[in-house]
């Protein structure tokens, strides 16, 4: 099946100016090689193969790798910030869209998004007045720590999810969103949590189990695993 179109009326933002501490030493996280090719090219491919309307990648002003990146030319560059909601602020500030257009979110760190589950995100959200993010449900038992040495509790999996990348939504309700959170301080790891706290109920839809996000060097084999098996 073919996802060429999938992304026509959709601009794009990948927020990639994060520094990889988890990760420990060596160049940002986003430019490890997987399988051969930097992390984020691997994203960039894979977003641009369904002809996004505008693609844009919030970067750290240090940057000094994206432009040697053979996908560089085909997105726009914003400056990215301290924090990963500041920097898909910078890339919505760029975008300046109208409300009713659709912005979808896809972290540098998460490689192993598959054409066909982006376009199952598009597919189920369809015109939706709000969005919808793909997520997991909760398979592991739950425990609460407030010392991280001993258990304090056990917390119920009914009904928790994993929130996964990409994450669409209209532009003129994740743009407000991320402005009143910001505005109240609070920290938001992902758009659809500043969605929320406005009272809107994002849609979820099943994401893979293959779309880890890449974070401490441990991801890297499995990371390339998915990537090999997917050919
Ligand atoms: N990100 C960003 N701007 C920041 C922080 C993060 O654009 N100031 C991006 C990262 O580049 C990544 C995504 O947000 O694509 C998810 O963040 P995360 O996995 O936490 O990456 P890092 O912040 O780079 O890693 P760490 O938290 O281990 O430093
Ligand atoms: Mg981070």
Redesign the pocket.
Known sequence: MSYDKVLKGISVI??????????GDGP???YLPLVGKPMLQHVLERLLSLSPDRLVV?L?PADSIFDSLPVHHECEVVT?????A???QAGLDALSLDDDDWVMVH???RPCIRTEDIARLVETVGDDPVGGILAIPVHETVKRTDDGKRIDGTVSRDGLWLAQTPQLFRYGVLARAMESAAGEGLEVTDEASAVEWTGLSPMLVMGPGENL???TPEDIMLAEYYLRMQG
């Open positions: 990948v927020p990639a100016a994060g520094k990889g501490e988890r990760m940002p996280k986003q919030p750290s990215g910030g301290a924090t990963r500041e920097s898909v972290d540098a760190a996000k890449v974070t």
